[in-house]
C-alpha cells in the first residue's frame, strides 16, 4: 500500500552536513505524517523527527533540534532530513516511516533505511 524507499547516507567527518531522501510511493494519501527514526549500533531505535503529509507541520527530537531539518516536497513525493553539524552520536541507521490511518502516532511502514556513519 505504501513504500518508502531512502537514500542519502554515507561516511562524513564531525561537523559536515548530509540530506537524507526518502521517496514515497502508493496510497500517500492516506497518510498522516512521515517521520524519521534511527538506530545507532548497539542502541535502541529512536524518533528524531516528523513532519505532516499535508500541512508540513513539523516536530524534532531535544537532540537535534536546530541541526536537523525535516522537509516534504509532495510533488515529487519525498520527504528529506538535511542533517548539519554531525555529531559521532548521530551515526545510525535511519529509516523512513509512515503513519497512517487509522491510530495517528503509530507508523505502519518503513523503509529498509540508510546507513550514517560519522568519524571524528
Known amino acids: 500500500q505504501v513504500q518508502l524507499v531512502e537514500s542519502g547516507g554515507g561516511l562524513v567527518q564531525a561537523g559536515d552536513s548530509l540530506r537524507l531522501s526518502c521517496v514515497v510511493s502508493?496510497?500517500?494519501?492516506?497518510?498522516?505524517?512521515m517521520g524519521w527514526f534511527r538506530q545507532g549500533p548497539g542502541k535502541e531505535r529512536e524518533f528524531v523527527a516528523r513532519?505532516?503529509?499535508?500541512?508540513?507541520?513539523?516536530y524534532y527530537a531535544d537532540s537535534v533540534k536546530g541541526r536537523f531539518i525535516i522537509s516534504r516536497d509532495n510533488a515529487k513525493n519525498t520527504v528529506y532530513l538535511q542533517m548539519t553539524s554531525l555529531k559521532p552520536e548521530d551515526a545510525a541507521v535511519y529509516y523512513c516511516?509512515?503513519?497512517?490511518?487509522?491510530?495517528?502516532?503509530?507508523?505502519?511502514?518503513w523503509g529498509q533505511g540508510t546507513e550514517v556513519t560519522v568519524s571524528s
Open positions: 502508493g496510497r500517500t494519501f492516506s497518510t498522516y505524517r
Open positions: 516511516a509512515a503513519d497512517n490511518p487509522p491510530v495517528i502516532g503509530d507508523y505502519d511502514y
Open positions: 513532519i505532516s503529509w499535508s500541512t508540513s507541520a513539523t
